[in-house]
């Protein structure tokens, strides 16, 4: 069984800033991309930011400069670090993961974390 857990978010002033992480754990044999996703309140989930398995990134429009993303390779974990955070990037985080099993290669999804910003 694979599982996707998200850590790091909370309540933060307008141009603060926070960092998620994400760590994989379970039965897998190798992570391929991963990324982050959010959704807020009306809205369908987005891409926020993705990075390959050899660590090239992309972002969405409304981050760039802003969020990097990075991974950890050796612990398994993806990285979102968000500065200048802005009321309008309140929304429930996801990260994804194309990760391999014995069943194969397939997406996974972690549970959410919260991230809000107040003005």
């Known amino acids: 069984q694979v599982q996707l857990v ?3 978010g909370g309540l933060v002033q ?18 391929d991309n991963m990324g982050w996703y959010r959704q807020g309140s009306g809205n369908g989930r987005e891409l926020v930011a993705h990075i390959t398995g050899r660590s090239r990134t992309n972002y969405a429009d409304s981050v ?6 990075s991974r950890d390779v050796a612990k398994n974990t993806v990285y979102l670090q968000m500065n200048s955070l802005k009321p309008e990037d309140t929304a429930v985080y996801y990260c994804k993961a194309r990760m391999g099993t014995v069943s194969g290669w397939q ?6 974390t919260q991230v809000t910003v107040s003005s």
Do not use: P
């Open 6 to 8: 998200e850590s790091g």
């Open 14 to 31: 307008a141009g603060g800033s926070l960092r998620l992480s994400c760590a994989a754990s379970g039965s897998f044999f190798g992570i």
């Open 64 to 69: 760039k400069g802003r969020f990097t993303i």
């Open 107 to 112: 997406d996974y999804w972690g549970q959410g």
